[in-house]
């Protein structure tokens, strides 16, 4: 337990408590006009929101498919419309009445309640596939393009330099086109013997 006590007394306690206040003040002014009644659901948007917010740094993290598809179950859990338990006129969080469904074992509420939660994830899911295929249209695009203005620019320096050797060739990588001015001196004996035998 040392090790727990050493990591709160090294945590700067303070500037956490500050912030929460500041925080909590914040909360205090945006919420001062709004009816008791309608308080609890701006609580819950709000830390909705937060999770959410802060659910983008975890997914940063995981994989790319793992990291967008659970922070679109996490939107489809927390703010999936459903009714409330004694009114069903008013509006609520489809995940409490599942779970209070379970809790009840009412199975078949349980899964009549999820159908919101599923609609919600499907159509996310479906839409983040779209714009997966989309992004990655640009990014294929965006990179031919690239590689035509790399070719286009490395012809044009050819162009103008009058290098036309590929790079990296030197004068030796090229056929040798020389041609031998030295006179063969068998040739030479043969065409002196033959003149002699004349």
Do not use: C
């Not at 002014?29 to 701006?42: E, F, H, I, R």
């Not at 999770?51 to 995981?62: E, P, Y």
């Not at 409490?96 to 349980?110: E, L, Q, R």
């Amino acid at each position: 337990m040392d090790w727990l006590k050493n990591i709160l007394h090294s945590l700067p306690l303070e500037s956490i408590s500050d912030i929460l206040g500041e925080i909590a003040i914040w909360w205090g002014q945006m919420v001062k006009d709004v009816p008791p009644a309608d308080l609890p659901m701006y609580a819950y948007l709000g830390g909705a929101v937060l999770v959410l917010v802060l659910w983008i740094l975890v997914a940063r993290v995981l994989p790319k498919p793992l990291g967008g598809m659970s922070w679109m179950v996490l939107f489809a859990v927390l703010l999936a419309p459903g009714t409330a338990l004694g009114d069903p006129s008013e509006l609520a969080p489809a995940s409490i009445s599942v779970v209070y469904a379970v809790m009840m074992k009412d199975y078949a509420g349980a899964v009549a309640n999820m159908l919101p939660i599923l609609v919600i994830l499907v159509a996310g899911l479906f839409v983040g596939f779209v714009w997966q295929l989309i992004r990655s249209a640009f990014a294929s695009s965006l990179d031919k393009a690239r590689s035509r203005s790399a070719e286009d620019t490395q012809a044009t320096l050819q162009m103008t330099t009058g290098s036309y050797l590929p790079e990296g060739a030197t004068v030796t990588d090229q056929p040798d086109t020389n041609v031998s001015l030295k006179k063969d001196s068998t040739l030479a004996k043969k065409t002196d013997s033959d003149t002699s035998d004349k």
